[in-house]
């Protein structure tokens, strides 16, 4: 069946297109114009926005962390109304079911999940199948077990480490690799409180500067495309944006991807020692083509943390609001979930919400910088609207700076900030530069081959009204949003890469398992026969 | 031969669906209890649950909610049994009966063995209120807190003044004891204590975690849980991403609504708001907890756990007549079980897709 949208205004940057045309797709594909034939359905898109369905490169939406906060806080999220007929547990609030509608209704067509501990893979796989519409992957979490740390201190070749890395990647199902304060994960349960990059992990006299650079080497060997996923040192803590400039100076030239960078993003001004360095840290990215940033905006909204910085979780806990939380010391791993509020009266949080918003505006190139809030850490996904609304808006970072605390504007640079993102940026932040981050060859774009995942959007003045409800969405060529609203469930595909590695590498890993554990390492394994959709995968190419 | 019964007579398994099927469609508020399922069979039922607007609960529940209720009014300190085994220097067990709740638990966490990281050294085992002779572990010198069920409270909460430092009454002997025991568990390196709730109440492992909390103000300490029978913590996690709750969860009113007293089995029915039940007990076999009851019953167990009332179908064993992913205590993940020993039985989510699929169709999807 092949489809027209006649008439909308098309922003594609990826193939440089922002203007009105036309767009065609036919079983599940984008194609171009076809010559002698007309389409046997057609839409009425004039006036509207046309981009391909948006790419959400971390937001924790799956697994044991996320279910954890779930159990942790009934009280986040009651439903209020009766499900209508045909769409089986459409009213469940927080669940998974509900993630996929959510972010369909926005136009979101691929979400990764970021943190997901090796050992607790099937679990986030049960997850990710269970959520509608939306394709979905995750990164793995490497970097605090002690067979990296034991290869790196005993100086394993790189080629080892890669096996080591493909044969994880593997057995996982994953579409990348995640290092979480490394090292700083282990220390933790050898009662050490705060790892900065260099401080060494007891027993292995590795720094955290040695790991992250020994993996972010080996994963640009592996040739799998999305460079090490970084969650710094430091997250959160005042000054740190010194941390955060000497990873940069670190990076070795090579991709390197900082996560959630917001939260890295303070200095020591001001009479509470706590201000914004987003300057600093944004000519820093501007100056260091090789890193990428997301940024994990604050907005002001009761939330959840979940984090596999569990040192940093830990000593959250006291300041948690309400004040309770769950601190798992994992399997070479952890995972520590604290709920907070941030509030616009909070000099803390307001200084938050404005280094956010610094960073989006003075890092120069929207396909280095990415849109995120962090989902949950730093606001729900459900506020994605509300930030674009800001990007687009000077006047509307103002109304919001009127209600900040008077001390807080003297310590941030945004009043200052005039710039606006066009609808090219945000199609760039959300669509193309996802795409090169991830490697996607068949998404985040509208030429002819990609997949018809397409979001058409209704302008309006207000510009969170129009990004929180998608007049269209088309998962895979199916109209799956009308109008905000969900007309038609699909089942999306789980995204994963395979590269290559020496088999050799599983025999080693097979009795090492054995060793410590006791136990098979297959039982940790993603197996076919453990999920209810198996063929729903589907491989991301490596670089050849 | 069928492997459906009603009343104990054998009735055909197309005769069982399409019986189950009208039971379920004619009551008002139907409950889906038991649970005792694999992760693919409690998404059936729960998914049922829905469509019928009736609710679920665990048989387990109890003991879930026993951890949970700490989890969510206070908070929880835990790991693995994978990293109690490697690292733990100080092991705390706590409570009597934990063989019986884990049989493979001290293997499991190598107790006579030394630990691996965090340094090499052999482990300290303190046991508070073992049963009577429980406290013996082959390799392993048990140093005992003895405590009868009713002491346990006390003794806890005992221990934990004497980790804080604050005064208990007690006679010296016993003080002397626990003054020992505290001073062991401040200076572990990576202790860890193992609890099963079904042993406990919620106010003790509220006072157990209250302590892990206080010794972490200076050194590592964590716990192992174990969690319920019947694939309990599974059916928690499937669930929680499922609706956002752990079972006792309703949808009269069209959503989720979760209250562990409202929605709690043998209250339901026993006050006549449920007038019709599925009770599914996939791994042994357990009756429901009810007594005296007569409304309809259709039970999902494994061959030779009719009851002698009501519809029984005959379900595989998860894990063992069928591949089935549950939630495994020796890895506190979720794992696949393949058959050990596969038979020609349904598995528990498809009785309830044969169940369904005989609905009529006035019935929502």
């Known amino acids: 069946m092949l489809t027209r949208l006649y008439g909308g205004h098309v922003v594609d940057p990826v193939n440089g297109v922002d203007g009105v045309g036309d767009l065609y797709f036919e079983d599940g594909r984008i194609v171009a114009p076809p010559e002698g034939r007309s389409a046997d359905v057609e839409h009425d898109v004039s006036g509207h926005i046309v981009m391909a369905g948006a790419i959400d490169i971390h937001s924790h939406i799956a697994g044991g962390g996320v279910n954890t906060a779930r159990l942790l806080l009934p009280e986040a999220h009651r439903a209020h109304r009766p499900r209508p007929a045909n769409t089986p547990l459409s009213t469940a609030g927080w669940s998974t079911f509900e993630t996929g509608r959510l972010y369909a209704q926005m136009g979101y067509t691929t979400v990764i999940e970021p943190a997901v501990s090796p050992h607790h893979a099937l679990h986030a796989h049960l997850e990710l199948a269970d959520i509608p519409i939306i394709d979905k992957g995750f990164l793995t979490v490497l970097g605090n077990e002690d067979f990296l740390l034991s290869a790196f201190r005993d100086g394993a070749t790189q080629d080892s480490v890669v096996d080591y890395i493909g044969a994880t990647l593997e057995a996982t199902r994953a579409i990348g690799v995640k290092c979480v304060n490394a090292g700083g994960v282990d220390a933790f349960k050898q009662n050490i409180r705060h790892f900065s990059l260099d401080d060494v992990v007891p027993e292995y006299g590795l720094s955290s500067r040695e790991i992250f650079q020994t993996l972010q080497r080996a994963v640009n060997a592996t040739k799998i495309r999305h460079p090490l996923h970084l969650h710094m040192n430091n997250l959160g803590l005042p000054g740190n944006v010194e941390t955060a400039l000497a990873t940069i100076d670190s990076s070795q030239g090579l991709p390197l991807h900082l996560a959630h960078v917001q939260f890295y993003a303070y200095g020591t001004e001001g009479k509470n020692g706590f201000s914004s360095a987003a300057a600093r840290f944004a000519e820093k990215i501007n100056a260091n083509k090789n890193v990428t940033v997301d940024v994990g905006q604050v907005m002001f909204a009761d939330i959840v943390t979940i984090s596999s910085d569990v040192m940093k979780q830990f000593n959250s806990l006291p300041g948690g609001r309400p004040k309770k939380g769950v601190i798992f010391d994992g399997d070479s791993n952890g995972l520590g979930v604290v709920p907070y509020s941030y509030r616009v009266s909070d000099f803390f949080n307001a200084v938050q919400w404005a280094a956010g918003l610094e960073l989006f505006l003075l890092c120069d190139d929207p396909m280095q910088v990415f849109f995120t809030t962090d989902h949950p850490n730093g606001a729900p996904f459900t506020t994605y609207p509300e930030v674009f609304a800001l990007l687009m808006s000077a006047d509307k970072r103002a109304q919001y700076c009127s209600r900040l605390p008077a001390d807080v504007l003297e310590l941030t640079n945004l009043p200052a900030l005039k710039r606006e993102y066009s609808f090219y940026e945000i199609a760039t932040m959300t669509r193309a530069a996802p795409r090169k981050l991830y490697g996607f060859e068949d998404r985040g774009q509208l030429g002819a081959g990609s997949v018809a995942d397409i979001a058409v959007y209704k302008p309006q003045p207000d510009k969170a009204a129009m990004f929180r409800s998608a007049a269209y969405v088309f998962k895979d060529g199916n109209l799956v949003v009308r109008d905000g609203k969900v007309s038609h469930y699909t089942k999306g595909r789980t995204l994963r890469v395979r590269p290559e590695y020496d088999r050799k590498i599983n025999s080693r890993l097979d009795k090492y398992y054995d060793g410590l554990y006791g136990l098979p390492r297959s039982l940790f394994e993603v197996q076919d026969a453990a999920l209810p959709n198996a063929d729903a995968f589907a491989e991301v190419p490596c670089r050849s | ?365």
């Not at chain 2, 010198?141 to 002491?151: G, K, L, Q, R």
Request: glycine share 10%.
């Open chain 2, 1 to 365: 031969m069928s492997n459906a019964t009603l009343d104990g007579k054998s009735i055909s398994s197309e005769d069982a669906y399409e019986k189950a099927a009208e039971i379920l469609q004619a009551a008002n508020f139907p409950l889906v209890a038991g649970l005792g399922a694999d992760v693919a069979g409690a998404q059936a039922a729960i998914l049922l649950a829905e469509r019928l607007r009736g609710a679920f609960d665990h048989l387990a529940s109890r003991d879930s909610l026993a951890d949970l209720e700490v989890v969510r009014s206070a908070g929880i300190f835990v790991t693995t049994p994978n990293e109690a085994r490697v690292r733990a220097d100080l092991v705390l067990l706590v409570g009597p009966g934990l063989t019986g709740y884990w049989p493979a638990i001290f293997d499991r966490l190598a107790l006579d063995k030394e630990t691996v990281h965090g340094g090499k050294t052999a482990r300290r085992v303190i046991w508070v209120g073992p049963k009577r002779g429980e406290a013996k572990i082959d390799g392993v010198e048990v140093e005992t807190i003895p405590a009868t069920e009713a002491e346990l409270p006390g003794v806890l909460a005992a221990l934990r003044a004497r980790v804080g430092g604050r005064p208990v009454a007690l006679p010296a002997a016993a003080a002397k004891k626990l003054d020992a025991a505290a001073e062991a568990l401040k200076s572990a390196r990576f202790g860890v204590a193992v609890w099963s709730a079904a042993g406990l109440d919620s106010l003790m492992v509220e006072m157990l975690q209250g302590m892990i909390t206080e010794l972490n103000a200076t050194t590592r300490f964590t716990g192992v849980p174990i969690g319920g029978r019947g694939n309990a913590t599974g059916v928690l996690q499937t669930s929680a991403w499922m609706t956002g709750f752990p079972p006792r969860t309703g949808f009269g009113r069209g959503y989720p609504e979760h209250d562990t007293w409202r929605f709690e089995a043998s209250r339901l029915v026993e006050s006549g708001e449920a007038d019709a039940a599925l009770w599914i007990s996939a791994y042994s076999g357990e009756a429901p907890p009810w007594e005296d009851v007569d409304i309809p019953l259709i039970t999902l167990g494994p061959p030779g756990s009719a009851p002698k009332h009501g519809l029984f179908i005959a379900v595989g064993k998860p894990g063992e007549n069928y591949d089935a992913v549950e939630f495994a205590q020796e890895t506190s993940s979720m794992v696949l079980r393949r058959a050990s020993a596969p038979a020609e039985l349904p598995t528990v989510a498809e009785a309830i897709a044969a169940i369904s699929a005989k609905f009529s169709e006035d019935l929502p999807c």
